[in-house]
């Protein structure tokens, strides 16, 4: 049987076979058992007060009645719930430190179409939860619940500040930065974003343009965000702006265009910012953290500033696991997660946005000028599905044919396949010198994995 939680959270078709009101409800109830348990929740007790969670969620339709089965789920394990409604992931975990909370749980599915939906907790202090975690919730869905009675039911309230406390922490990061004279535009990809980013850059001094940001429950990632940056692209060259930030649909993520319309991604925003903070001496033991799937040219521009570059496996959460382990300050995700962990516990697309200008402002470079400290080696990834997915650690064939490519590319490329951790299919990525030797030998593995994986039952 397959395991319920992907790289982050359960997701899927809202109201299909997974995502219904009855797991949301089921989901809610089995956290609340798990997730309150310890010294912190045995304090609670003793002083006659109850745990309570963060709630939130993205804008798409289904979050709705989701997000309701979610607190209901946990007001009737005698959780008091606090609701802030539609607000970013990040956010939703940063509240979740700032009022104590002993969890929050976050309704959305990130950059995927309107009909999909997810959900995800984040435990005390904000933070993603261990897979070991995530499993012991799953096991609790079969299991007694909590069933408080009179008094010891939750109550579910509006979180009234919960953006503006938000806001509050992310102009903070900024110290006495400001955007003056920085034009950018905004995608809010109709997500979470619309009510806080384009409001932030404003308050920080920019002169602000906003696209995608008029969500009405069905309209999420539609031909905007980060998923879609022609769209951000075409609307920087219009209005002559300096930057284009593109989020994704619950603005955990963050990519970039220039003025030329050019993309700057996670990789390059990674290592615009890593080498601004080794530059001042805050970039923790000179060190980043980034996924196997970061570009090969990220770890040639560290090395070559004498930045050390450690790997972790895809998914935000393990990155941060690294940087806590550690005690360091950045890492992140070629998709635009990047976590900056003396301010975040996940990745926060606002935020990124938010230090990606203030470099631009403090240096008095283009968004060009400093993605130049990056070259950027071709890169190609195919998904491909309709295969099963599962087997791909323990195929012949298919380890033959890695070896194969990985002793043509040797030192001026990479190699890498990966079962997806939220959809049923093979990403294969190859980088190398040449983008013409990177797609035919990316078209040859994913052949090979076509052939040997057959069809996904």
Do not use: W
């Not at 997500?191 to 920080?204: N, Q, T, Y």
């Not at 033991?285 to 090969?296: C, E, G, H, K, P």
């Not at 200008?357 to 070259?375: D, F, P």
């Not at 012949?396 to 939220?422: H, K, Q, Y």
């Amino acid at each position: 049987m397959s395991r319920l939680f992907g790289t982050d959270g359960v997701r899927g078709l809202a109201n299909g076979e997974v995502i219904t009101a009855g797991l949301a409800l089921g989901l809610a109830q089995a956290a609340a058992v798990v997730l309150t348990q310890g010294r912190h929740a045995d304090e609670l007790k003793a002083q006659g007060l109850r745990s309570k969670a963060v709630l939130a969620r993205d804008p798409r339709v289904s979050g709705e009645f989701i997000g309701a089965a979610v607190a209901a789920g946990l007001a009737s394990s005698g959780i008091d719930v606090l609701d802030a409604g539609v607000i970013p992931t990040p956010a939703c975990a940063f509240l979740v430190d700032d009022v104590g909370a002993d969890f929050g749980v976050m309704v959305s599915a990130s950059h995927n179409p309107a009909a999909d939906n997810g959900i995800k907790f984040f435990a005390l202090g904000g933070v993603k939860l261990p897979d070991e975690v995530e499993d012991r919730i799953e096991r609790a869905l079969d299991r007694p619940k909590l069933t408080p009675t009179g008094g010891g039911v939750g109550r579910i309230r509006r979180f009234a500040d919960a953006e503006d406390r938000y806001v509050v922490h992310l102009l903070g990061t900024l110290g006495t930065t400001r955007l003056n004279g920085l034009h950018v535009v905004i995608d809010c990809a109709h997500g979470a974003a619309a009510g806080i980013s384009p409001r932030v850059f404003a308050d920080a001094g920019a002169q602000v343009t906003v696209i995608g940001s008029d969500p009405d429950g069905l309209n999420i990632n539609d031909g905007v965000g980060s998923t879609y940056l022609e769209t951000v692209a075409a609307a920087v060259r219009e209005h002559g702006a300096d930057i284009g930030i593109a989020h994704d649909g619950d603005a955990d993520r963050c990519l970039a265009v220039d003025a030329d319309g050019n993309v700057v991604d996670g990789d390059q925003i990674m290592a615009i910012l890593a080498t601004a903070m080794h530059e001042r001496g805050e970039l923790a033991d000179d060190t980043l953290v980034a996924t196997v799937m970061s570009n090969l040219g990220l770890r040639v521009a560290m090395r070559e500033r004498g930045i050390t570059m450690i790997e972790t496996a895809v998914g935000d959460r393990y990155v941060l696991e690294e940087l806590s382990a550690r005690g360091l300050s950045l890492g992140g995700e070629q998709s635009g997660h990047v976590i900056f962990r003396h301010h975040a516990t996940t990745g926060d697309g606002i935020l990124t946005g938010l230090q990606l200008a203030a470099e631009m402002a403090r240096s008095g470079k283009t968004l060009a000028e400093l993605a130049r400290v990056m070259t950027v080696f071709p890169q190609v990834l195919i998904n491909v599905r309709g295969v099963n997915h599962r087997g791909l650690g323990a195929d012949a064939a298919i380890a033959d044919a890695v070896a194969a490519a990985e002793a043509e590319l040797g030192e001026t490329g990479r190699v890498l396949l990966r079962p997806s951790g939220t959809e049923p299919l093979v990403r294969v990525m190859v980088e190398a010198a040449e983008q013409a030797t990177a797609e035919r030998i990316a078209e040859q593995l994913a052949e090979v994995v076509r052939t040997s994986l057959g069809a996904d039952d």
